[in-house]
């Protein structure tokens, strides 16, 4: 079964600073791997997808690279703004075709 | 606006009541999910309909029975409910169940009393 780990669980920088999320996933058998954006009482919004045969995506400040073989990926926010704060969470898409999502880093950045 | 609609967006109920969560996709997407988020817990996938045919059903109490009468809406029916079922439903649409970015709805917050 997968387990989709996310560390840290809570992150508070302050504006400015370029954010590092981390996500690890136990089997490396894997279709693609999403991280997503979730504000406080609302649904998930899709960041990037990064498929198995990739090592990063990049889409404006934000880079999410992915290590299938060590179980990794890593999301970079570049230049963090208050309107960054959310939690964000990694969801690996798995050859069983199960999607496994880890339980979130929720992220501050003070002004 | 995500293209993703769910209703209500609250919802309490007893244990002996039952209501039905409602959603709806406006992507043309064939594939649609219902997810179950508690507190401090990672996403528990409940069922996955494609072309309106369920392909996955991940271990879910009788008590939620999903129905998709067509490839946009999707509805979970609650019944007999219990307080630890207490959790934000969130729906999820694709364009496939393979390899297709996610689009989720903003949830129902279910309260069971």
Redesign the interface.
């Given at each position: 079964k997968q387990e989709?780990t996310q560390i840290p669980a809570a992150l508070s920088v302050p504006e400015g600073e370029n954010l590092v999320l981390n996500c690890s996933f136990t089997d490396s058998a894997i279709?693609?791997l999403?991280w997503?954006r979730q504000d406080p009482?609302?649904?998930?919004?899709?960041l990037l997808?990064i498929?198995s045969s990739q090592r990063e995506q990049t889409s404006g400040r934000l880079n999410a690279s992915l290590d299938k073989s060590s179980g990794r990926s890593t999301l970079y926010i570049a230049a963090s703004q208050p309107g960054d704060s959310a939690t964000y969470?990694c969801?690996v898409?798995s050859n069983d075709?199960?999607?496994?999502?880890?339980?979130?880093t929720t992220v501050t950045v003070r002004a | 606006e995500?293209g993703?609609t769910?209703t209500p967006r609250h919802l309490v109920m007893g244990m002996t009541n039952k209501k039905s969560l409602k959603c709806e996709q406006h992507l043309g997407h064939n594939a649609m999910y219902w997810y179950k988020q508690s507190a401090?817990?990672?996403?528990e996938?409940m069922f996955v309909y494609s072309l309106e045919e369920r392909v996955?059903n991940n271990s879910v109490p009788s008590r939620f029975s999903p129905e998709c009468p067509n490839s946009s809406h999707l509805f979970l029916h609650l019944h007999t409910l219990q307080p630890e079922d207490s959790a934000l439903y969130?729906c999820?649409s694709s364009q496939e169940?393979?390899?297709s970015?996610?689009?989720?709805?903003?949830?129902t917050?279910l309260t069971v009393t």
């Open positions: 989709v279709y693609n999403q997503f009482g609302k649904g998930l919004t899709s997808l498929q969470l969801a898409f075709y199960k999607l496994s999502f880890g339980a979130g | 995500t993703v769910q401090k817990k990672p996403l996938l996955e969130l999820a169940v393979v390899d970015p996610l689009h989720f709805g903003n949830g917050r």
